[in-house]
Structure formats: structure tokens, C-alpha cells
């Protein structure tokens, strides 16, 4: 399935996280940005937390602190569940 990126052009791909922070110095620039009106959905979540641009891609950070461990939670539970999707939709 295609589906329609956020200049219109079409996308080969219809599953992406977007985790973007409040202060995100590029949200502006993204689906998250103030004003827009994308759906978070089941193969796109949308996920705005208050932490600081990139801090989920830090695992010793999730230690510390719960936001984060959750953020990255979510990210990975949602990523799980593509890798079924997809190994399933190939009978592997």
C-alpha cells in the first residue's frame, strides 16, 4: 500500500515511529509540527514526549528515567509487532 508523505509525494512504506520532543529544534519540519492534524495510528504512532531531541535512542537514559524506558517501551513493542506482521504476511 502507498501512502502520502507530509509534502504529498508517495511513500514505499506504510509503518514508521515518529517520537518527537517539545523542544525538537526540527519538529516544525515533521508530522508533529505545531498546527498539523496527523492521526497517531497503529502503524504510524505519533509520540510527543518532554524529554530532549534523541534522548529515546539512549538506553542507559532509561534508567534513570521512567519517561524515557516508556518511550522506548513503546517504540519497541511497536516494532515487535511489524516484525510479526511482516514474517507472517511472508509464512516465514
Same mark, same amino acid.
Given at each position: 500500500?502507498?501512502?502520502?508523505?507530509?509534502?504529498?509525494?508517495?511513500?514505499?512504506?506504510?509503518?514508521?515511529?515518529?517520537?518527537?520532543?517539545?523542544?525538537?529544534?526540527?519538529? %516544525?519540519? @515533521? *508530522?508533529?509540527?505545531?498546527?498539523?492534524?496527523?492521526?497517531? !495510528?497503529?502503524? =504510524?504512532? /505519533?509520540?510527543?514526549?518532554?524529554?530532549?531531541?534523541?534522548?529515546?535512542?539512549?538506553?542507559?537514559?532509561?534508567?534513570? %528515567?521512567? @519517561? *524515557?524506558?516508556?518511550?522506548?517501551?513503546?517504540?519497541?513493542? !511497536?516494532?515487535? =509487532?511489524? /516484525?510479526?506482521?511482516?514474517?507472517?504476511?511472508?509464512?516465514?
Amino acid at each position: 500500500m502507498q501512502v502520502r508523505g507530509v509534502s504529498g509525494s508517495p511513500r514505499s512504506h506504510d509503518k514508521s515511529n515518529h517520537l518527537r520532543t517539545v523542544v525538537d529544534p526540527y519538529r %516544525d519540519a @515533521t *508530522i508533529s509540527a505545531k498546527g498539523t492534524s496527523f492521526p497517531s !495510528t497503529p502503524d =504510524r504512532p /505519533i509520540v510527543v514526549h518532554d524529554s530532549y531531541q534523541t534522548a529515546d535512542l539512549h538506553i542507559d537514559l532509561a534508567q534513570s %528515567d521512567p @519517561t *524515557i524506558a516508556d518511550l522506548q517501551q513503546k517504540a519497541l513493542t !511497536t516494532i515487535r =509487532r511489524w /516484525i510479526r506482521e511482516w514474517k507472517r504476511e511472508r509464512q516465514l
